[in-house]
Nanobody, 127 residues
Framework: QVQLVESGGGLVQAGDSLSVSCAAS????????MGWFRQAPGKEREFVSS????????KYADSVKGRFTISRDNAKNTVYLQMNSLKPEDTAVYYC????????????????????WGQGTQVTVSS
């Protein structure tokens, strides 16, 4: 059983940067692909970014491509999401998730592929 704990959320202004982290415990972190999803008030949860267990493959939603960067440190059991040029529409609760992917180069964008979820961290971007 994997436990995921997000941190680093907060209130920032449009154009600012923010980094959120997700620390994993209870499993072998390097065997999981990881993903970030977000849910804004009144909206469905949506894919933001994902990274393969090796870190060699990354994927981004079109809405964040070029502004957000996902990375992982398998030695620290942590996945990061660096968010630059933040916009008010990025306001949401950000969740990390772990995928027991069988293949080395998989970084899924589908919530259905993820087995474990964190509790989320709030990111608020004011205009």
């Amino acid at each position: 059983q994997v436990q995921l704990v997000e941190s680093g959320g907060g209130l920032v202004q449009a154009g600012d940067s923010l980094s959120v982290s997700c620390a994993a415990s209870g499993g072998t972190f390097s065997t999981y692909a990881m993903g970030w999803f977000r849910q804004a008030p009144g909206k469905e949860r949506e894919f933001v970014s994902s990274i393969s267990k090796s870190g060699l493959v990354t994927k981004y939603a079109d809405s964040v491509k070029g502004r957000f960067t996902i990375s992982r440190d398998n030695a620290k059991n942590t996945v990061y999401l660096q968010m630059n040029s933040l916009k008010p529409e990025d306001t949401a609760v950000y969740y990390c998730a772990a995928d027991r992917a069988a293949w080395t180069f998989i970084a899924s964008a589908s919530m259905a592929d993820y087995d474990y979820w964190g509790q989320g961290t709030q990111v608020t971007v004011s205009s």
